[in-house]
């Protein structure tokens, strides 16, 4: 823009002004309209709007979906990692916002001001009432002894009455209260609560009697948990399924990446030329859909594995881990000899040192491991051949080991290929509906059994709850694929 162009949209802004000040100004950018866009580039409106309402209630269904999956698949959970902060940071500002509010009373209980003492006695009644509170809560029902001992002890209107007539003792209150609850404690809470009692300082005596109330009504939800577990994984799957159609009953889009999943397994399968499948057909194309993100590290994920992108991702890792390790062992032990390959613990040795060598693996790192690979593969070899001689393990012999353990990089190596594929159909007997019964670990696969069987158990534990929530959704995506082929 020139300067005259300047000054005439200056004048243009000064001369709207003058004429009404209430207005807002109109800057004149050209006859060139930057407010329209062709549907082709920004897509046309949706067919109805979403309301703030639709979405927290979205926002609400998926968090209490994710709590009731992660109750279903991971059989270490407990409540507590729902409740204790994610991050350093939250961790952090929590500790920070309860030490200010302690501080503030502790400072409020020295104060002369009468409104501020008056504030003083309403909050520490407060943290009584939280108290009760929280102590009636962990305390079974059938307790009633105990029940009727709390009640009386933090009664609201003689805690009142005490305090208005300056003679509650709230150190006193806070030790009988915890001396009540360390008879229903667990074992394991005994050094809590010992501190707990043992503490001389009356503010954080009342931190830490809350801390073990807290502790303590999630131990008695981890118990109950753990009682009704499997009543719950009989409804877990329904109310997951449940809860997603829900959603996609909001938003039609909302299965997309699922679709596109299964419609590329579909169609790269035997069954895209059939018009209608079997329920055993459809359950082979899931079970190679499964397998798909398990081989294939995909960067995104189905919409119904949103609460396990973060284990699929660990379980390619391990797949990857497993594949080159075994190819490793095929190639060493096959440029070795026989002599050497069945030495007793010889491939145990070169696995074990393989591993501690892949513990941290990537998708990224693979080259420069294969160097350390060759360099640890040839240094056992090298000892056990000097036990037979040194004509069993020669310089040539070592350059190919080399070359041999270098060309893993490449995905189409046919022994990596080999070792890919044996490990793949093992897993897809395991994980499919047909083979989870009668599983035999193949040939060739002995040496990493362990950590074969380990890796399969984690990934078939949340396939099976994927199958069984989703299975049904997924059935009736390949139909309709099939109906379109």
């Given at each position: 823009m020139s300067s005259k162009d300047d000054k005439k949209v200056e004048d243009d802004c000064k001369k709207e002004g003058e004429d009404d000040k209430s207005k807002p100004l109109h800057i004149n950018i050209g006859d060139g309209s930057i407010n329209f866009l062709p549907d082709w580039v920004g897509g046309s409106s949706p067919a109805r709007f979403i309301t703030a309402e639709e979405i927290l209630s979205m926002n609400r269904t998926i968090e209490k979906m994710m709590i009731a999956h992660e109750i279903a698949v991971d059989?270490?959970?407990?409540i507590a990692k729902f409740t204790e902060p994610s991050t350093p940071?939250?961790?952090?500002?929590?500790?920070?916002?309860?030490?200010?509010?302690?501080?503030?009373?502790?400072?409020?209980?020295?104060?002369?001001?009468?409104?501020?003492?008056?504030?003083?006695k309403e909050d520490m009644l407060d943290i009584f009432k939280?108290?009760?509170?929280?102590?009636?809560?962990?305390?079974?029902?059938?307790?009633?002894?105990?029940?009727?001992e709390i009640k009386g002890l933090l009664d609201d209107e003689i805690l009142r009455n005490q305090s208005d007539e300056n003679i509650i003792d709230y150190y006193e209150l806070t030790t009988k209260a915890l001396t009540i609850v360390s008879k229903l404690c667990a074992a394991n809470r005994d050094e809590m609560v010992g501190e707990a009692l043992d503490e001389k300082e009356l503010y954080e005596k009342i931190k830490k009697t809350l801390n073990v109330l807290k502790v303590m009504k999630i131990d008695y939800e981890d118990f109950a948990l753990y009682q009704k577990r499997q009543l719950f994984m009989q409804h877990s799957c329904d109310y997951e399924r449940e809860q997603f159609l829900k959603l996609l009953e909001v938003d039609k889009n909302a299965a997309n990446i699922t679709y596109q999943w299964l419609k590329k397994v579909f169609e790269g399968s035997e069954y895209s030329v059939l018009a209608t499948l079997s329920n055993t057909e459809v359950s082979e194309?899931?079970?190679?859909?499964?397998?798909c993100l398990l081989t294939q590290n995909?960067?995104?994920?189905?919409?119904?594995?949103?609460?396990?992108?973060?284990?699929?991702?660990?379980?390619?890792?391990?797949?990857?881990?497993?594949?080159?390790?075994?190819?490793s062992i095929f190639i060493a032990t096959n440029l070795s000899g026989k002599d050497i390959a069945e030495k007793k613990d010889f491939k145990k040795q070169l696995k074990r040192d393989l591993i501690a060598l892949l513990d941290d693996l990537s998708f990224d790192n693979l080259k420069e491991k294969l160097e350390s690979i060759y360099l640890q593969s040839n240094l056992e070899i090298s000892k056990a051949a000097e036990s037979f001689g040194s004509n069993h393990w020669s310089e040539s012999q070592s350059k190919e080991l080399k070359e041999q353990i270098l060309s893993i990089e490449n995905p189409n190596n046919p022994v990596r290929k080999i070792a890919a594929s044996r490990i793949s159909i093992f897993i897809q007997a395991i994980i499919s509906e047909r083979g989870q019964n009668n599983c035999r670990v193949p040939n060739g696969l002995s040496v990493i059994q362990d950590e074969l069987i380990a890796m399969a158990k984690s990934f078939l534990y949340y396939v099976s709850h994927n199958r069984k929530t989703y299975g049904v959704l997924y059935g009736s995506f390949i139909d309709k694929m099939a109906k379109q082929s």
């Open positions: 059989p270490d959970f407990t940071l939250h961790r952090q500002v929590r500790d920070c916002l309860h030490k200010a509010y302690f501080d503030s009373l502790r400072d409020a209980s020295f104060s002369n001001e009468e409104s501020i003492k008056a504030r003083y939280t108290i009760r509170h929280q102590m009636l809560e962990v305390i079974p029902m059938s307790a009633i002894t105990i029940q009727s194309v899931i079970t190679q859909a499964y397998m995909p960067e995104e994920y189905p919409e119904t594995f949103k609460f396990d992108e973060e284990r699929l991702r660990k379980s390619s890792l391990e797949y990857y881990c497993l594949t080159i390790l075994l190819t």
